[in-house]
């Protein structure tokens, strides 16, 4: 190991759909955590693991910070996006530069009492250069002694600049963990996650918010991985529109999700997927803790 390794948690949060997920996954240079054009995507911590000649960065994927906590999920989820805040080496702060408003002011005013943040403004691509300026004027004002780099998680526009002012405040220290893992999490939970993306892009108003996805089985062969995953809902109309006309909507969904986890696993996969129902599962805890969603269970 060379002399001067650093090595540290980065906890990257932010209000809901500002990228985090999406630059988590452009740091890494691997697609561990699902997007979506909604907010409120991801419901765990998703470690995301980059070793370098001289670092490890262990990024911290959480949900977005919100205030609806009406149901037992939305708790856990509050719990999973601010409990970094302690416990991170660098807070990343992000900030979608086309909607800043009052809820990322109010963000920032809480990360106020803490050292050891960087603001993240991202989706630059989205504005004009005449158009940023202000707005990065505006964000620097209301946090006057933090770094603010403005980047696009998507197009991956200055991501080089981020990390190296990431690595730059990492303590010294050994690597956490060996050089080629690139999350905590199973294999079982990413495909579960897979599928939950494809249902989150798919479907339409409140529905994805009713559902998740567990995996029954998941075995490894020679030349295939079968894999069968059931996706609950909470009620029968809601399995009704999952499945869609004929099975089609179900299809889609499989063929999608089998597609993206060949990639992953660079293996022929073999994917099964069942639609049924749990009443009220997300306001349930005992069913949220079945589901994965307890704190810490390391997932599926
Ligand atoms: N134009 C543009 N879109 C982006 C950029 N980064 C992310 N997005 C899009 O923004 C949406 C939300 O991205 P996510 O990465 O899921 O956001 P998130 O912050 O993880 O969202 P939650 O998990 O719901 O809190 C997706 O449609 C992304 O493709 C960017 O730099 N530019
Ligand atoms: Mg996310």
């Keep these: 190991m060379k002399d001067g390794f650093r090595c540290g948690y980065v906890a990257l949060v932010g209000k809901p759909n500002t990228g985090k997920s999406t630059l988590m996954n452009a740091l890494v240079g691997e697609k561990l955590s699902i997007t979506a054009h909604r907010p409120q995507t991801t419901r765990h911590q998703i470690l995301g693991i980059k070793t370098g000649e001289a670092y ?21 989820m509050s719990r999973a996006a ?14 979608d530069i086309s909607h800043f408003n009052q809820d990322d002011e109010k963000i920032l005013r809480r990360i106020g009492g803490y050292d050891n943040v960087l603001i993240v403004v991202n989706k630059v691509d989205q504005l ?51 050089d080629d893992q690139l ?51 909470e009620r029968k109309s809601q399995k009704a529109i999952v499945i869609g006309k004929s099975g ?11 597609a993206d986890i060949e990639r992953l696993l660079d293996s022929r996969v073999y994917l099964q997927l069942w639609v049924k129902i749990r009443a009220d599962w997300a306001d349930d805890e005992q069913s949220l803790a079945a589901f994965g969603y307890s704190d810490g269970t390391p997932g599926l």
């Design 82 to 95: 601010t409990s970094m805040f302690d416990d991170a080496d660098l807070i990343c702060v992000l900030l």
């Design 248 to 258: 089609s909507q179900l299809k889609k969904i499989g063929s999608l999700a089998r």
């Design 128 to 178: 004009s250069r005449a158009d940023c300026l202000p707005l990065l004027q505006r964000i620097s004002q209301q946090a006057p002694n933090l770094e603010c780099v403005p980047v696009s998680a998507l197009s991956g526009d200055n991501l080089e600049r981020l990390e190296q002012l990431i690595v730059a405040r990492l303590p010294v220290g050994v690597p956490h963990f060996p």
């Design 56 to 76: 490890q960065c262990i990024f911290v994927d959480t949900p977005g910070i919100h205030d609806n906590n009406n149901k037992a999920i939305h708790r856990y």
């Design 183 to 233: 999350t905590d999490k199973s294999m079982r939970f990413i495909s579960a996650e897979i599928v939950r993306e494809k249902l989150f892009r798919a479907l339409q108003q409140e529905l994805p918010y009713s559902i998740t996805v567990s995996i029954d089985h998941y075995i490894e062969e020679a030349d295939i991985t079968r894999i069968s995953a059931t996706i609950w809902v």
